[in-house]
């Protein structure tokens, strides 16, 4: 597809239950960033792979939360033994490194996690 | 460590007038860029304007500008004939040689 696609666009789980997110960056884009909004408020920066590097996983706020991303290709969110703080939406983004975070960073619709 | 500070959690403006939003940023390289991005209920996240820190020009896009000032670290952003779409939340953002680095977002509301 043209855009970044992420997958479901809504999820509503039991706490306890894992949950596994998913992105598809747009191809050619090296960048791919995972953020988490909770409603009304800011992004929040959960995790930033850039090609072969390590990523930067400084932004993960438990242990429950782990990303893979193969390649420069698909990357997924997953949390374990969700908790109903978890809820909030997940938006990834990618982009074109080209050496430096420089260009335009392009958005999924992000996927809406509701934990009961 | 880069930080993006917008000091404004909510600002309002009358359908046709202009308003500002502010953005402050703190970071040790020289070369960097800055945008600001807009976020409308849909939640759609999409890029208004980015400026290059090396040009001293602000940049414009229609009916969107900026003020850069690079020794204030200052990077404003000014909507002029403010229409009801504009309503949405903004995001200042800061990149370098490290990740980008989203401030905490100003949510506009225009009223007609």
């Known amino acids: 597809g043209a855009g970044v696609s992420q997958s479901p666009s809504n999820k509503v789980t039991e706490k306890g239950k894992d949950v596994e997110l998913r992105c598809d960056p747009i191809?050619?884009?090296?960048?791919l960033y995972w953020y988490r909004q909770s409603l009304g408020q800011g992004l929040e920066f959960l995790i930033y792979?850039?090609?072969?590097?390590?990523?930067?996983k400084s932004g993960l706020p438990s242990d429950r939360f782990s990303a893979e991303r193969t390649g420069e290709s698909v990357s997924t969110l997953t949390i374990q033994r969700t908790q109903q703080e978890d809820s909030a939406v997940y938006l990834c983004?990618?982009?074109?490194?080209?050496?430096?975070?420089?260009?335009?960073?392009?958005f999924g619709e992000g996927s809406r996690l509701t934990v009961l | 460590a880069q930080t993006v500070t917008q000091s404004q959690p909510e600002m309002s403006v009358q359908e046709a007038e202009t308003v500002t939003l502010s953005c402050t940023y703190d970071?040790?390289?020289?070369?960097?860029?800055l945008f600001w991005y807009k976020q409308p209920p849909s939640r759609q996240m999409i890029l208004v304007i980015r400026?290059?820190?090396?040009?001293?020009q602000n940049a414009t896009e229609n009916r969107f500008s900026v003020n850069f000032q690079k020794a204030a670290k200052s990077f404003s952003l000014k909507i002029s004939d403010s229409q009801l779409g504009d309503a949405a939340m903004y995001f200042c953002?800061?990149?370098?040689?490290?990740?980008?680095?989203f401030g905490k977002g100003t949510k506009l509301t225009v009223n007609p």
């Open positions: 400026q290059e820190a090396y040009k001293q």
């Open positions: 191809s050619g884009h090296t960048a």
């Open positions: 792979f850039q090609g072969n590097s390590a990523p930067d």
């Open positions: 983004a990618s982009s074109f490194f080209r050496g430096r975070p420089t260009g335009e960073l392009f």
């Open positions: 953002v800061q990149g370098g040689s490290e990740k980008l680095v």
């Open positions: 970071t040790s390289e020289s070369d960097y860029y």
